[in-house]
């Protein structure tokens, strides 16, 4: 969780971006955003925030504030007490708190092994589902 910290950029409330946003680390958007975030990094949404987007994606999204927009995140969604989010949302997990706002439709994705299917054989392939699987039924 340190590292994460380190790492870690921040839009204030007076700032207003519009356009494609691309990051790998975390950001916490605080101010006014329109357009796209395409991104391997964890996202954060103030209260402070309004974001008007087509698409958000990152590996985790925390929502406080509100959204416009579909949201995809490999990892997780969360939706803060008192956000506003209209859109779909797909993601691994999702957990959305009391006194939300939220139109939208729900797909729920299975994260799959980190394994390039291409470079191993089918039964390692195989095996690696069948042991994340058995995993989750744990």
């Known amino acids: ?11 204030g409330q007076e ?4 356009g494609v946003l691309n990051f790998t680390d975390n950001l916490v958007i605080t101010g006014r955003f329109n357009g796209t975030i395409d991104a391997t990094g964890a996202l954060e949404i103030d209260r402070t925030a309004v974001c008007t987007c087509d698409k958000m994606s990152a590996r985790s999204i925390v929502v406080y504030g509100m959204v416009t927009g579909d949201l995809e995140a490999s990892e997780r969604v969360e939706l803060c007490r008192g956000s506003k989010v209209k859109g779909d949302i797909r993601t691994a997990n999702l957990r959305i708190a009391d006194s939300v706002e939220f139109e939208g439709q729900v797909s729920m994705i299975d994260n799959m092994p980190d394994v390039n299917i291409f ?5 390692e392939y195989k095996n690696a589902i069948v042991m994340k699987n058995s995993d989750a039924d744990l």
């Open 1 to 11: 969780m340190a590292n994460e910290l380190l790492n870690m950029t921040v839009f």
């Open 119 to 123: 470079s191993v054989a089918s039964v």
């Open 15 to 18: 700032t207003e971006f519009d």
